[in-house]
């Protein structure tokens, strides 16, 4: 009677470890599906390549930048190097690391998803680069060049959030984003210091500013679109433009800092 007790509760433990390893499967499942998703977006809008519209500019920022703070990398001692925050890099005026994109005026286009992927290094224990835009479904890959282990932590509001350790020489990591989302934070839970911002939209028009603060937007169809440029302290300004066909026009920004969007 009590080994038949014993293996009644063995029984019924093994049940419960098996549903609770389902339970842990389904975010996975979920997530492969909201990629497949993704993927299989409808067909590409052709462009006339004939009509194709080019808007270039640049972004300042007149405001007082702040001296870089030195970050104290001394808990990893793999960490080398000299390190700085990144949060208004600007030289002259000329405002680095800012986001632009077409926000508004393409409808219900669609575009083809590159078959390149982009890349996210962690390098010195930083992140290469500090901004960068990526297309909905496309290849997301993150490489560790450190002699460490780092731990990639996207914290979305509108994709899957996920959370993943990569030792030294470890495969690089691939991912991609189902739904677009501006301004995305990245960090690394072994090393707080490492922060950075990924924006996710539906089209090919999308730039990062230089050192020069200069950024351009090619291959355009003919139109009258909102140009928004967000920056991680700075917020977002917008304009509109309209371009004709073969046209280029220029759309500069200056912000003023304190606007909509401004990450804390």
């Known amino acids: 009677m009590k080994i038949r007790s014993i293996l009644v509760l063995l029984t019924l433990a093994l049940l419960a470890l098996l549903l609770a390893c389902s339970k842990k499967e389904e975010p996975q499942a979920s997530?492969?599906?909201?990629?497949?998703?993704a993927t299989a977006a409808a067909p590409a809008t052709p462009v006339d390549p004939a009509t194709a519209a080019t808007i270039t500019g640049s972004v300042k920022y007149p405001g007082a930048v702040p001296k870089a703070a030195k970050i104290d990398m001394s808990q990893d001692p793999a960490c080398k190097g000299d390190n700085t925050v990144e949060t208004i890099v600007a030289s002259n005026g000329n405002l680095e690391n800012a986001f632009v994109y077409v926000k508004d005026g393409l409808g219900?286009?669609?575009?083809?998803?590159?078959?390149?992927?982009?890349?996210?290094?962690?390098?010195?224990c930083r992140?290469?680069?500090?901004?960068?835009?990526?297309?909905?479904?496309?290849?997301?890959?993150?490489i560790n060049s450190d002699?460490?282990?780092?731990?990639?932590?996207?914290?979305?509001?509108?994709?899957?959030?996920?959370?993943?350790?990569?030792?030294?020489?470890?495969?690089p990591i691939d991912k991609s984003f189902a739904r677009e989302e501006i301004m995305l934070p990245v960090k690394c839970n072994q090393h707080p210091w490492m922060k950075m911002y990924i924006n996710v939209v539906k089209s090919p028009y999308f730039a990062v500013t230089d050192k020069d603060g200069k950024y351009t937007l090619k291959g355009l169809p003919p139109g009258t679109y909102t140009i928004a440029v967000v920056h991680e302290k700075l917020g977002t300004e917008t304009q509109q433009v309209t371009v004709g066909a073969k046209e280029s026009k220029?759309?500069?920004?200056?912000?003023?800092g304190g606007g909509p969007g401004a990450m804390q």
Do not use: C
């Open 127 to 142: 992140y290469h680069p500090h901004v960068l835009g990526i297309m909905t479904g496309q290849k997301f890959e993150v």
């Open 250 to 256: 220029t759309v500069d920004f200056t912000m003023k």
């Open 108 to 124: 219900s286009r669609t575009f083809d998803v590159p078959k390149d992927a982009v890349q996210l290094d962690q390098k010195g």
């Open 147 to 171: 002699p460490t282990t780092h731990n990639i932590h996207p914290t979305p509001k509108d994709n899957r959030e996920w959370n993943e350790s990569q030792p030294p020489k470890a495969s």
């Open 31 to 37: 997530n492969k599906a909201e990629e497949k998703a």
